[in-house]
């Protein structure tokens, strides 16, 4: 199993599998969810209250991954 699992929210997409990828690996997530995805909304709030981490692009989930692994 991963230590991590980036899912991303391309806005010019509906991403269902991304959707339900997201509710089944929470405990290990990082979402990108940019501006204009048509569920952000919905993922803000689902992050917020299951405590998952967002990050606004690529390079700053491999950082946060970066970081986690110096730590250990």
């Given amino acids: 199993m991963p230590d991590h699992v980036i899912v991303y929210f391309d806005p010019a997409s509906k991403s269902p599998v991304s959707l ?7 405990y290990k997530a ?7 995805f048509w ?7 689902f992050c917020e209250e299951f405590n998952v981490k967002q990050v606004p692009d690529l ?3 491999l950082e ?4 986690s692994l110096t730590k250990t």
């Fill in 30 to 36: 990082i979402v990108i969810c940019p501006q204009g």
């Fill in 59 to 61: 390079r700053s989930a």
């Fill in 64 to 67: 946060h991954i970066l970081a």
């Fill in 39 to 45: 569920r952000k909304g919905n993922v803000d709030i």
């Fill in 20 to 26: 339900l990828e997201l509710g089944a690996f929470n």
